[in-house]
């Protein structure tokens, strides 16, 4: 089936249509055929919601955004409660090896978003970077913050 996650189990509604396994994605509100990257996105935007208190309605998944006149995909953003976009989250599938490669495609992105975290994860392994574009530098953490620290963090980037 599918590949054990680093992640709480999540609440996903599976069936099947013509032999294949499909999603009722809550965060876009229709049918997705499941594959193991959407595996992974599916638990981890459920993950961010009931376990890092992040809102569903400031999450928005598969956002569009255009970049070198290249409309590209983001696996998921986050905003603020006044539609500022937050966080860049990638998802890849479980046997995708994170690396230099994926993490310049997700700093790619923030170059049209301008946001304070890059979310990287694999299911198995997460990758969770700040930006501090104050003093021009990156900080990897452990874990991800809650919503509420994550706010706090970028918030301490516009003062002073």
């Not at 099947?16 to 996105?41: G, H, S, Y």
């Not at 599916?42 to 993950?47: D, K, S, V």
């Not at 946001?115 to 900080?139: D, M, P, Q, R, Y």
């Amino acid at each position: 089936m599918f590949t054990p996650l680093n992640l709480p189990k999540a609440p996903l509604k599976l069936f099947k249509k013509n032999n294949q396994v499909f999603v009722l994605d809550a965060f876009r509100n229709k049918e997705i055929l499941l594959t193991p990257e959407e595996w992974v996105r599916q638990h981890f935007l459920h993950y961010i919601t009931l376990h890092k208190n992040i809102p569903k309605g400031l999450i928005i998944s598969e956002h569009g955004l255009t970049i070198n006149e290249m409309t590209r995909r983001c696996d998921a953003v986050v905003f603020t409660k006044n539609r500022i976009p937050l966080a860049i989250i990638e998802c890849k599938a479980p046997e995708v090896k994170l690396s230099e490669k994926t993490m310049h495609q997700i700093a790619q992105y923030n170059f049209a978003l301008h946001v304070n975290w890059l979310i990287l994860t694999n299911g198995i392994e997460t990758v969770v970077c700040f930006v501090n574009a104050k003093e021009k530098k990156l900080s990897y953490l452990e874990e991800l913050p809650n919503y509420e620290k994550m706010i706090e963090l970028s918030e301490g980037q516009k003062s002073g």
